[in-house]
């Protein structure tokens, strides 16, 4: 308020404040007090206010401690005794090593000491050019061109922009602030004073305090997108709250051998604790055991010892195929008991593998699975349902190439042709499951099993431009990223 009135009554009987900064140091006021009234002065046109910037020279933190203790290569000289000589290493003991190289340097240089491994003195006085030049800068002083140049070279001083402003009356001047309302109130039209009072003028333009919200992350808002997909493709979601899974419904059940390089410790995180299962149905580890082993339904087997204790050991599971295992399983029991009902099943979740993390793979990522279960599928329908399923993600021109998994024949690795980069990029993996899977489950030889799979983080990745996957997933997320992120949606057919 003391700024106020002081601004408001001094142009009460003057044109104009010249310069606010000097204003403020006549009065003793603090100057940005002053700039804060004026700024709300200006902004109800008490006042009109034109900006003021002068550049000044200041002393850098290394100039202030100079202007201090006199300069490095005073310091030195000082420490260098009028008689005799020192030796470098007591030399540098008794000055700060920043001081000690730059003394050395300039007082050399100005042939006040004779360098060498003993260092004596040329001359007896010396005077503190460049403290004396750092004093006059701190007093307001203003120097010769050479001497701001040198000092400047030395980075002791540096230009600082003061801004302040310059006063003049408004349209709305008066002597003091008129009190104005905000809100009209029922006192106001009860007593008849609205008659009488100042409203502030209501801003049209004025943005409103952003809402609280939460902020999806660019993985789930892509993950609901895909869902949606595989939804009005008549899909049903699984269940995928199972991380921990046995080596059996990850592995065995999916006929993959337990000398599998992907069932080392090199590759899997395996429990310590629980470190085995209890639970598996005994019937059916039989018959996968049998296969394993032995072979049957047109396969002759691994031809190798299969062992209980490999299957019972539990893991952090490596891919979804682990929940489709269990589902088709289940699938296969109810129609023994019943009949068969033809599904389609689809599933979007964690896995972990153990990788070496860097700019493309984390030992967690995401994992997107779709299945297809019913009587007479073929190798057809497998790339029908695929370019179905890809062209509603807005990838329409598709490849295929054989490939090799262990519980799929045929196999097929999928490529879409990215427009951005101008290539194939390979984008997900496919086949049909193996009768050595199907049967021991208890599906009757005429049904077939057509899955594919692909990762969430490459599309998303892709998506919204981003190099690096730990800028997407994990502990170092900006989260910037998922408050500002675009929707991003993807073309749903």
Same mark, same amino acid.
């Given at each position: ?51 003021? $910037?002068?550049?000044? @020279? ?5 100039? %202030?401690? =100079?202007?201090? #203790?006199?300069? !490095? *290569? ?77 000092? $400047?070279?030395?980075? @002791? ?5 003061? %801004?302040? =402003?310059?006063? #003049?009356?408004? !349209? *709305? ?321």
């Amino acid at each position: 308020m003391m700024a106020e009135e002081a601004i408001l009554g001094y142009l009460e009987n003057h044109d104009e404040i010249s310069d606010s900064g000097q204003f403020a140091t006549d009065r003793g006021l603090d100057h940005n007090d002053v700039v804060n009234v004026i700024k709300s002065l200006h902004g109800f046109r008490y006042i009109d206010a034109q900006d003021i $910037k002068k550049e000044t @020279l200041v002393l850098t933190e290394e100039g %202030k401690k =100079y202007a201090e #203790k006199g300069s !490095p *290569e005073v310091q030195l000289f000082l420490a260098v005794p009028q008689e005799g000589s020192i030796s470098k290493e007591e030399l540098q003991k008794l000055l700060d090593p920043a001081v000690y190289k730059i003394g050395c340097s300039q007082a050399a240089k100005n042939k006040w000491v004779q360098m060498g491994n003993q260092i004596s003195r040329k001359v007896q006085h010396v005077e503190d050019r460049v403290k004396d030049l750092l004093l006059q800068i701190q007093d307001g002083q203003e120097l010769g061109k050479d001497d701001n140049n040198s000092l $400047k070279a030395r980075k @002791l001083t540096a230009l600082q922009t003061w %801004k302040g =402003y310059s006063v #003049k009356r408004g !349209p *709305e001047y008066a002597p003091r602030r008129r009190r104005t309302a905000t809100d009209l109130t029922r006192e106001h039209l009860q007593g008849g004073d609205w008659r009488n009072i100042e409203f502030k003028e209501y801003n049209f333009s004025a943005k409103g305090p952003p809402p609280e919200s939460g902020h999806l992350h660019p993985l789930n808002k892509v993950k609901e997108r895909i869902k949606n997909i595989f939804r009005l493709m008549n899909f049903e979601e699984m269940p995928t709250n199972r991380y921990v899974e046995s080596s059996f419904w990850n592995f065995d059940a999916l006929f993959q051998p337990q000398q599998h390089p992907a069932r080392d410790s090199h590759d899997t995180f395996f429990l310590k604790a629980p470190a085995t299962t209890k639970q598996l149905p005994e019937d059916y580890v039989e018959m996968v055991k049998r296969v394993h082993e032995s072979g049957g339904y047109g396969s002759r087997g691994y031809g190798y010892e299969w062992k209980r204790e490999e299957a019972n050991k539990n893991l952090l599971r490596t891919h979804t195929t682990a929940i489709s295992s269990r589902m088709l399983y289940a699938l296969a029991q109810h129609a023994k008991q019943q009949s068969f009902t033809p599904k389609k099943y689809f599933s979007i979740d964690r896995v972990f593998r153990n990788e070496a993390v860097d700019r493309t793979h984390l030992a967690e990522f995401h994992q997107i699975e779709g299945l297809v279960c019913d009587r007479g599928l073929t190798l057809g329908h497998l790339i029908g349902v695929l370019q179905d399923f890809f062209s509603r993600l807005g990838m329409d021109k598709l490849k295929f190439k054989p490939a090799y998994n262990p519980y799929t024949e045929p196999s097929m690795e999928i490529f879409s042709y990215h427009e951005g980069l101008k290539k194939w990029v390979e984008i997900g993996n496919s086949g049909m499951f193996r009768p050595e899977m199907l049967r021991p489950m208890g599906f009757s030889e005429d049904v077939n099993v057509i899955a594919w799979g692909l990762s969430l983080e490459r599309p998303t990745m892709i998506l919204y431009g981003i190099n690096n996957i730990r800028d997407l997933f994990g502990h170092k997320v900006d989260l910037g990223l998922i408050k500002k992120n675009p929707l991003c949606l993807i073309g749903i057919k």
